[in-house]
């Protein structure tokens, strides 16, 4: 099993270019999410899905957008990059959202270092 | 708002030492509470985790201390290894249909 898969590792953009980060996990799981990880800011969930045919926001969703493509796949896309989202993405995936009994594993992706220059 | 407060940001222990990370939190409803180990140039792994009907669970070197009246929990690595260098998150959701939040982390270095 891959786990959690992303492309492109990193990538380097001009300010207002477009640009869809790619996810797929292969673990069935229902829930996916994006996270930037930002130094001294810790992770930070932009979108989330907590099952195929949903996607909510989370606490920095703007000027991205997403879509749950099918259960192993999550995009990420940025309409107009800016300098200010220059940052490692991450994406994971869990078997369903965080709680229950004993919560659940968050499987993270090897992540996707963007620059916006 | 941080709902989970992470401290020190950085912390350097010397091989063999006993390296603490501390977490605070504010909201009662909160009742998961995992570690995560991110080593250079990778994703998260989660490490151990814990509920609050227990005050404390260890695995191997890991322990969670766990204080719900203080709203505090703890990572303590026994016996640090330089190989333990990573930067470690505390996290915490609620029960059901919920999120993780995380702190900002913590980079220990161990050093030889």
């Known amino acids: 099993n891959a786990g959690v898969t992303q492309t492109p590792k990193f990538q380097v953009l001009k300010t207002g270019q477009s640009m869809t980060l790619q996810c797929a996990q292969d673990?069935?799981?229902?829930?996916m999410y994006w996270y930037r990880q930002d130094p001294g800011m810790g992770l930070r969930l932009i979108y989330y899905?907590?099952?195929?045919?949903?996607?909510d926001k989370g606490e920095v969703p703007n000027g991205y957008n997403v879509s749950r493509l099918n259960k192993r796949e999550f995009s990420l896309r940025l309409e107009s990059a800016a300098p200010s989202q220059t940052s490692v993405y991450f994406c994971?995936?869990?078997?369903?959202?965080?709680?229950?009994?004993?919560?659940?594993?968050?499987?993270f992706g090897p992540g996707t270092r963007l620059t916006v220059l | 708002q941080q709902q989970v407060k992470q401290s020190p940001q950085s912390l350097i222990v010397q091989k063999g030492g006993i390296s603490i990370i501390n977490c605070a939190y504010e909201?009662?409803?909160?009742?998961?509470f995992p570690w995560y180990q991110q080593f250079p140039g990778k994703g998260p792994a989660l490490l151990i985790a814990?509920?609050?009907?227990?005050s404390e669970k260890k695995e191997g070197r890991f322990t969670i201390s766990f204080n719900k009246s203080a709203k505090q929990f703890s990572l303590h690595i026994m016996d640090s290894q330089p190989g333990d260098s990573a930067t470690y998150f505390c996290?915490?959701?609620?029960?059901?249909?919920?999120?993780?939040?995380f702190g900002k982390g913590t980079m220990l270095l161990v050093s030889p």
């Open positions: 673990m069935n799981h229902n829930s």
């Open positions: 909201n009662t409803a909160f009742d998961y």
């Open positions: 899905s907590a099952s195929e045919g949903t996607t």
């Open positions: 996290a915490a959701s609620t029960e059901g249909y919920s999120t993780l939040t």
């Open positions: 814990i509920r609050p009907d227990v």
């Open positions: 994971a995936s869990s078997e369903r959202l965080a709680g229950g009994q004993m919560g659940d594993t968050q499987y």
